[in-house]
């Protein structure tokens, strides 16, 4: 079975910060991945996703996330964090063709400082 | 669009009663999917159903119910609420057949069992 792990539970940054928030799945085959984000008191909204070809994704609001395919990574980056970015942020796993849907990390919470 | 809809937002229940979350989705999707979260790890898969006429259990499936009224609605029953169900649940839907399948997510709705 499929597993996530995102090992910063929470993070605490200055505006204008860069971040970087690491996820890594366990699966050897095929994978689509996903970061969702959840402002506070809202629901999950997609970020970003990959399934294949160039492994930098570019999503919503400035940010990307990288495929390292050897490293089974899949991190979350933003150059400069604003205080509009604290949130709670999912990295998430499926494989292609699966309606059992999307495993997800246990979340790393961010908390931007104005 | 209204997307995913869940009602009702929040719910507070007495340990032995039952209730059951409605969700309901405009975008023609075939899966669609219960999930609950609670601090620290992430979104679990309580039931999923990947047609009309299916569902099948997720991670956590022990002490719901769930019945896939139509394409459009999917519900989770609570037979007999017991404080470890407290937590919020979160309805999705998805269709697992285009390249990249999205899950798109509901409000949510907050349980408390005391």
């Known amino acids: 079975a499929q597993s996530v792990s995102q090992h910063n539970h929470h993070v605490i940054l200055s505006e204008a910060a860069s971040l970087e928030l690491g996820c890594n799945y366990s699966?050897?085959?095929?994978?689509?991945l996903f970061w969702y984000v959840q402002y506070p008191g809202q629901h999950l909204q997609l970020l970003l996703k990959?399934?294949?070809?160039?492994?930098l994704v570019k999503g919503i609001k400035g940010f990307e996330a990288e495929f390292i395919k050897s490293k089974f990574s899949f991190n979350l980056r933003k150059p400069s964090v604003q205080w509009s970015d604290t949130a709670e942020y999912f990295c998430?796993?499926?494989?292609?063709?699966?309606?059992?849907?999307?495993?997800f990390g246990s979340g790393t919470q961010l908390t931007v400082l104005p | 669009n209204a997307g995913v809809t869940q009602t009702p937002k929040f719910q507070v229940l007495k340990t032995g009663q039952s209730m059951t979350l409605q969700c309901a989705q405009d975008m023609n999707h075939n899966s669609m999917y219960w999930y609950r979260q609670d601090p620290g790890m992430g979104l679990r898969l309580i039931y999923y159903s990947a047609s009309e006429g299916t569902t099948d259990k997720g991670e956590v499936p022990n002490g719901y119910n769930v019945s896939r009224l139509n394409k459009r609605e999917f519900s989770l029953r609570l037979e007999s609420a017991a404080p470890s169900q407290t937590s919020v649940y979160f309805c999705a839907s998805s269709n697992p057949g285009q390249a990249v399948p999205e899950a798109f997510f509901g409000q949510g709705t907050r349980l408390t069992v005391v």
């Open positions: 699966y050897g085959g095929t994978v689509n």
């Open positions: 998430a796993v499926n494989r292609p063709g699966s309606a059992r849907q999307l495993t």
């Open positions: 990959y399934f294949s070809g160039d492994p």
